[in-house]
């Protein structure tokens, strides 16, 4: 019977599951303290979540697609609004207008919008999501709010540009997901 081993590298923080060939195991410090799992249990685990996320899941085969011509629908920002007042931390609560266009030739139903950032740049926005139901008859378009916090998580270097790089992923309730990328100016 094939034991297995939790391994723990601390220097990265990660946890892995390895063979007890494995010649750096190093849960804890102490050799004799590291968790051996036997490989029964482990494949009835494995089988308890697949038939928990069988059981909870809706039956819709979901797709990401990379937003652009010819696709069902456009998603644009066409605004984003925020107040003056910033927290301690210098976070704002910022409106994102998100207008998403029907270009199909059937109703098409929004469920869900996310927004974050993209890349590593100065100024980051918190991953934001909101839940929504809203139809979407062919040739019109909605404007839906969604609210993220953003703030300067640290200073501009001499040679980077002042802006964002915000990914829009918006999902339908056909389970279809389309993924859009805005770039746009930072003000201070």
């Known amino acids: 019977m094939t034991t297995l081993r939790a391994v723990h590298d601390s220097s990265t923080c990660t946890l892995g599951i390895a063979n007890s060939l494995h010649p750096r195991v190093n849960f804890c410090a ?3 303290d590291n968790v051996l799992v036997r490989h029964k249990t482990i494949l009835a685990a494995l089988a308890v979540a697949f038939v928990t996320a069988c059981s909870s899941s809706s039956g819709l085969v979901s797709q990401s697609i990379e937003g652009g011509p010819g696709q069902p629908i456009v998603v644009d ?3 984003v609004d925020n107040p003056m007042l910033t927290d301690r931390e210098g ?6 207008q998100v207008e998403v266009s029907n270009d199909s030739d059937v109703p098409l139903t929004v469920t869900r919008i996310t927004v974050k950032t993209e890349g590593s740049g100065a100024f980051q926005v918190q991953p934001s999501s909101q839940k929504f139901n809203e139809m979407i008859d062919p040739g019109k378009d ?9 703030r300067l998580v640290r200073h501009w270097r001499a040679d980077e540009a002042r802006t964002i790089t ?3 992923i918006v999902e339908l309730s056909n ?6 990328t805005f770039e746009g100016p930072v003000r201070e």
């Open 77 to 79: 920002i066409s605004g």
């Open 142 to 150: 909605h404007v839906f709010p969604v609210r993220a916090m953003g």
């Open 91 to 96: 976070s704002r609560d910022y409106e994102i």
């Open 30 to 32: 102490k050799a004799r």
């Open 166 to 168: 915000l990914r829009c």
């Open 175 to 180: 389970g279809d997901s389309y993924f859009y």
